[in-house]
């Protein structure tokens, strides 16, 4: 692996939970995660539980951005009005209802979710099916199952390789079309034993941008 050449290739954000994300060139790495990342989550209004694209693929059919502002917008329009509102509900059913929610809860494990451009050629499908946030180039095969333990610093930025993720239905579902493959999911439960891309802490903040040399240490 030429550990010299790595850069930072993509940095997504999704600013509601399960919608379909946005790719953006850079951002402010913060403790709990990218700016924006994830700052509204899908609820059922009745049972009060966090629905997602798991179970309602059509949320990945929504796009999520962020204005100029900072404020989430779900196919261009605030996250709060009632064309939002009712486009997720068609989504979700008569039930789910947005909440702008600050807590660790809205990440599905750690703040960031990493993989490289090595494991992404094994795996052979649309990424976006993986939801990440960074994706690095410059990495030879699946060298990146070999990271956890092990800390990669971004500029002032310094992140931590905690785990595999462990995959779900979610992968199943195409980002454009929302079909389900369920050979998606199969496959990598026999080549990558149901895990791929990492469960990722930020140990320091700071600004990173798209091209920006990373470094793997200790």
């Given at each position: 692996m030429s550990e010299n050449k790595m850069r930072v290739a993509e940095i997504w954000r999704y600013p509601v939970k399960s919608l379909a994300g946005e790719q953006v060139t850079s951002t402010q790495l913060?403790?709990?995660?990218?700016?924006?990342?994830?700052?509204?989550?899908?609820?059922?209004?009745?049972?009060?539980?966090?629905?997602?694209?798991?179970?309602?693929?059509?949320?990945?059919?929504?796009?999520?951005?962020?204005?100029?502002?900072?404020?989430?917008?779900?196919?261009?329009l605030n996250w709060d009005v009632p064309e939002s509102i009712h486009a997720i509900m068609e989504a979700a059913g008569p039930d789910a209802r947005l909440i702008e929610w600050g807590g660790s809860e809205r990440h599905d494990v750690l703040p960031l979710l990493v993989t490289s451009d090595g494991a992404l050629k094994e795996f052979g499908h649309d990424h976006r099916r993986l939801r990440p946030n960074l994706v690095i180039s410059g990495v030879d095969g699946l060298a990146e199952r070999e990271w956890p333990g092990r800390k990669m610093r971004i500029g002032e930025a310094l992140i931590e390789f905690v785990q595999l993720r462990g995959r779900c239905v979610m992968t199943?579902?195409?980002?454009?079309?929302?079909?389900?493959?369920?050979?998606?999911?199969?496959?990598?439960?026999?080549?990558?034993?149901?895990?791929?891309?990492?469960d990722t802490d930020v140990l320091h903040a700071g600004f990173i941008n798209v091209g920006d040399v990373v470094e793997l240490v200790n």
């Open positions: 913060q403790m709990d995660g990218i700016t924006g990342d994830r700052r509204v989550l899908v609820y059922n209004a009745r049972t009060r539980n966090i629905l997602t694209s798991r179970n309602h693929p059509k949320l990945l059919g929504l796009k999520a951005t962020l204005d100029s502002y900072g404020t989430p917008l779900i196919n261009g199943t579902y195409d980002p454009d079309t929302q079909e389900q493959n369920h050979r998606v999911l199969r496959e990598i439960v026999k080549k990558f034993d149901g895990t791929f891309a990492l």
